[in-house]
Nanobody
């Protein structure tokens, strides 16, 4: 059974940093594209960043230059390094594996001004 478990969320002031982690179990991690999504209160879930099996990355415009997605296949882990955080980055962040449509339980990120 595939499972994704996120960690690393928390509360920070604007301009601060957080690093999210997502550990995957089940499946063959190294061949899977992985993604981070987020959902702000009252808004739809949105794609934040993706990383392919070959470590090609893509970001939504609002986080380019501030967020970095990366992966360590040996640890079956994908990361989201978030720098220069803004209040509009607040939300629940979810790890996602599109191939199996698997989702983690989410981790809360709160950025105060």
């Amino acid at each position: 059974q595939e499972q994704l478990v996120e960690s690393g969320g928390g509360s920070v002031q604007a301009g601060g940093s957080l690093r999210l982690s997502c550990v995957a179990s089940g499946g063959i991690f190294s061949i899977n594209t992985m993604a981070w999504y987020r959902q702000a209160p009252g808004k739809q879930r949105e794609l934040v960043a993706t990383i392919t099996s070959g470590s090609r990355t893509n970001y939504t415009d609002s986080v380019k230059g501030r967020f970095t997605i990366s992966r360590t296949n040996a640890k079956r882990t994908v990361y989201l390094q978030m720098n220069s955080l803004k209040p509009e980055d607040t939300g629940v962040y979810y790890c996602h594996r599109p191939r199996s449509n698997s989702w983690g339980q989410g981790t809360q990120v709160t950025v105060s001004s």
